[in-house]
């Protein structure tokens, strides 16, 4: 546990330029604490004891203003910055080396409890502030979401979607961008 704190802090040393040492960034990120009650509540979540899972969750949530859900999957070093009102639905996948600002919600549109409800967010995407990405869309890999954008259809590797609702504005296509 010990050598995953460390690493999560480098994780932060490395994204957020607010942070001055390791130190800091370890007992001061609410993204860190939200990750690390999560990667607890899911080990519970998994055996089956849903009750104590959600006693956790809802603990971190009450701490960090930040909601995951036991049942949801988080990569490794996944930055939160800030964090305050962010929503990661049950059947969430979160990839590696993801970015999520404050008041993003990867949250559902309906659905019943056997099925996939929730985004799928994979590796190295960054999701600014406020989005809200609904329903089990897929977000491809580096791709970017804009602050307050509201997705609702999938995203291809390497886009940029903005608005409400999303649309896509750019694809990345060796090293020149193509307005779509």
Not at 75 to 95: N, P, Q, S, Y
Not at 130 to 135: D, E, H, T, V
Request: charged residues 20%; hydrophobic residues 40%; positive net charge.
């Amino acid at each position: 546990m010990v050598k995953w704190i460390i690493g999560e802090g480098k994780n932060i040393m490395e994204n957020d330029p607010a942070a001055k040492s390791l130190v800091e960034a370890v007992l001061f990120s609410p993204g860190l604490k939200a990750v690390a009650y999560h990667r607890i509540a899911n080990r519970f979540y998994k055996k089956g004891n849903l009750l104590l899972a959600r006693m956790i969750s809802q603990r971190a949530r009450r701490i960090t203003g930040i909601e995951i859900h036991p049942g949801a999957t988080l990569g490794k070093r996944l930055f939160i910055d800030h964090g305050m009102g962010i929503v990661i639905g049950e059947t969430a996948e979160v990839g590696d080396n993801v970015t999520i600002y404050h008041g993003v919600t990867l949250g559902g549109i309906g659905g019943s409890k056997n099925e996939k409800r929730h985004p799928t967010v994979n590796d190295g995407v960054v999701i600014g502030a406020g989005a809200k990405i609904l329903g089990p869309v897929k977000i491809g890999s580096n791709s970017k979401i804009g602050a307050n954008s509201v997705v609702l259809k999938d995203v291809p590797n390497g886009c940029t979607a903005v608005g409400a609702p999303a649309r896509l504005i750019s694809i990345e296509r060796k090293n020149h961008m193509k307005i779509v």
